[in-house]
């Protein structure tokens, strides 16, 4: 037996994915968020987007735009409240 010393423990929080982390620089450069389009074009999932939005760090909305057919728009945005709902801005 060597000794009765405790293991050391992390006390730090671990960063996030540099990925997660790349999302959220983007949402958070654009003042309306970012449409699900735009998050596509710069490489990232939806399960990626779902994944950021689940833990609360994002919010998503789903936008009605009427033009000469309706379609709908998804857009995700940061959200710098913390809460889940209602924080997102729109596009």
Not at 23 to 30: G, I, T
């Amino acid at each position: 037996m060597m000794g009765s010393r405790p293991m050391p423990t992390r006390s730090r929080k671990r960063s996030p994915p540099a990925t997660r982390r790349r999302a959220l620089e983007l949402l958070a450069s654009c003042r309306d968020g970012c449409t699900e389009a735009i998050m596509l074009a710069h490489g990232f999932t939806v399960e990626q987007m779902v994944e950021i939005i689940r833990a609360g760090l994002a919010t998503a909305q789903t936008e009605r735009v009427v033009a000469r057919r309706a379609h709908a728009r998804s857009c995700a945005s940061e959200d710098h409240r913390g809460a889940a709902e209602g924080a997102g801005k729109r596009n």
